[in-house]
């Protein structure tokens, strides 16, 4: 676990680097293997019996959490980059505007 967490670490380094360059699409699918690799950790610390230690369990769902913030966030990213990328009054445009409002009536939902 601990080389996967460390290969994790790079991966991590990597997402933010290509979301500060613009490639979302990237940055997200290196975001996606961090969450996995983190998931994996959370879960075998949660299964732990001998690591009762709730500030380590807690750490851990803190990181992970974090983590699923800055994909969200990339994501949203994306998704206003992508408005730029068609022309007004297209199909296209008009398909991500109703998708864009959609998923912020779902944020406000919750």
Known sequence: TLVGLRAAGDQ?????EFAVLGD???SRVYYQGVLSQVSRHVDAVDRDEDASDPYRKGK???VRAQ?????KSVSALDLERAVFSTRPGSD?????ARGAAA????GQAR
């Open 103 to 106: 998923a912020q009536r779902e």
């Open 67 to 71: 983590l699923a913030d800055e994909f």
């Open 24 to 26: 979302y699409d990237t």
């Open 92 to 96: 296209a445009a008009a398909d991500r």
């Open 12 to 16: 991590l380094r990597l997402a933010r």
């Open 60 to 62: 851990w769902h803190r």
